[in-house]
Each structure stands twice: as C-alpha cells, then as structure tokens.
Nanobody, 118 residues
C-alpha cells in the first residue's frame, strides 16, 4: 500500500523558517520525482518545487526561488522542503506529490498545515 505522509506543520512568525518532510512507502521511491504543492485559503493548487529521482536536479517556482530548498534521502525514502523568510502569504496546506519518471503514476499525501502569523 502506498503512503505519503507529510510532517512539520506549524505556526511560524513572519520571517521565520520551517522544514517540511514527506515520508514515502509502498513504491520504488528513487524512480519518482518528488514535488511540493500548496493550497492557500481561497486559492488553487500552486506547484512550488520538484526534485528528480536521483536528487541531482531541483526545480523551483519563480515566486519562491531563493527562499526554499528541496532535498531527498533515497535511503530513508524521504523528501524535505526547507522554507525561509516566510510571510503570511505562505500560509497554506502543503502537499507532497510523487510522480513516476515515466509520467504514468502519481501519488499525493494528505497535506500539512503551515501558518505564518505574528
């Protein structure tokens, strides 16, 4: 059975940092691109980062480039998202997504809440 479980939710003050983690099981992790997608209140899904299966390539939304970094540990089947200089506009539910390199299979986590507020 496939599982993607996000963790690291929290309330952060503006300017603060937070690291989210995604723990995967039930599939061959290293053959999947891992992405982070968020959904802010009243807005649609916004893709923010991706990392290739071998971890050699990373991609970031222009709106967040310089403030975030994604990484993965294929030995532990985890993917992380480090976020810095957070603003209230970063308040959202953050989802972890796994997409097979062939483009065929796609898995989603249930999301984790990040709230940026003073």
């Amino acid at each position: 059975e496939v599982h993607l479980v996000e963790s690291g939710e929290g309330l952060v003050q503006p300017g603060g940092s937070l690291t989210l983690s995604c723990a995967a099981s039930g599939f061959t992790f290293e053959t999947y691109t891992m992405s982070w997608v968020r959904e802010a209140p009243g807005k649609g899904l916004e893709w923010i980062s991706a990392i290739s299966g071998n971890g050699f390539s990373t991609y970031y939304a222009e709106s967040m480039k310089g403030r975030i970094a994604t990484s993965r540990d294929n030995a532990r089947n985890t993917a992380d998202l480090q976020m810095d200089s957070l603003t209230p506009e970063d308040t959202a539910v953050y989802f972890c997504n796994a997409a097979h390199r062939s483009g065929g299979t796609n898995y989603w986590g249930r999301g984790t809440q990040v709230t940026v507020s003073s």
